[in-house]
């Protein structure tokens, strides 16, 4: 799927459609409204369909955010023409803060799905199923079609932190037990001390950041499929992995 013909990786991973998740998130919110959910799924979605067809003004931080990701966006026609020409006050060039983002395809596909749950992202406008191409071809291109994107809710991880219990997303998911670790590695260090946004604190972080971010790349995966040990680090931990960040030294970083 990331590899070209000659069998190197390519950037497929990390810019246009294939390097997204697998779709499954419409899945997972309307089992957890089925289970958990209290208010009508329709009136849920109303508020995202109207900013979606409404449109709102940006605000600095997301007009630069765009702005930043503009050489990407460029390189996609429809990309192109959401975020870089909005209004059709500009032949091309970055949004300004306070320009609206108007985005009638995304109220509409929002609309099918407020109406058809998971049904609506899963069709074309047409009302045709998306992803029923053959079964070989699909593994041909190494994609997946809608009944291979089941919603499965799993047992989040748990953990304290000076006494704050915290329940948070487990494994396929990378982000609980990189929480988790770094908030271990950071308690009883006293790395609030010095003031948010100082040097001291910084590195703490810093270097907090580099030991989780290694211990993911290294130990992480699909649980469904690979032995994840997630045992997350504390302040007791005496393993090298969870070695406490060096003060005042960082160490560089490997090549």
């Not at 013909?5 to 998740?21: I, Y």
Request: net charge positive; glycine share 12%; charged share 25%.
């Amino acid at each position: 799927m990331y590899l070209d013909a000659s069998g190197q990786p390519t950037r497929d991973s990390l810019v246009g459609w294939r390097a997204a998740g697998v779709p499954g998130t419409v899945r997972g919110l309307e089992l957890a409204h089925k289970k958990y959910g209290r208010k009508p799924w329709v009136e849920l979605l109303q508020p995202a369909i109207e900013f979606a067809a409404q449109g709102f003004e940006l605000s600095y931080a997301t007009a630069k955010s765009i702005c930043g990701s503009s050489g990407l966006l460029e390189r996609f026609p429809d990309s192109k023409r959401i975020f870089l020409r909005l209004n059709g006050l500009k032949a091309s060039g970055c949004p300004e803060p306070g320009e609206k983002l108007v985005q009638p395809e995304l109220a509409r596909t929002l609309e099918r799905i407020a109406h058809n749950g998971r049904a609506g992202v899963l069709r074309r406008r047409d009302g045709r199923a998306t992803g029923r191409a053959d079964a070989g071809q699909r593994r041909a291109d190494h994609t997946l079609g809608p009944e291979e994107l089941p919603a499965v809710e799993r047992r989040p991880l748990a953990g304290v932190y000076k006494g704050y219990g915290i329940l948070t997303a487990p494994p396929p998911s990378s982000g609980g037990v990189a929480l988790l670790e770094m908030l271990g590695l950071l308690e009883g260090t006293g790395y609030e001390k010095p003031g948010a946004g100082s040097a001291a604190s910084t590195h703490y972080l810093a270097e907090v950041m580099r030991r989780t971010y290694a211990d993911r790349a290294e130990y992480l995966g699909d649980s469904d499929f690979v032995h994840v040990r997630c045992r997350v680090c504390s302040i007791r931990a005496t393993s090298p992995v969870c070695a406490r960040p060096s003060i005042p030294l960082a160490r560089p970083p490997a090549r």
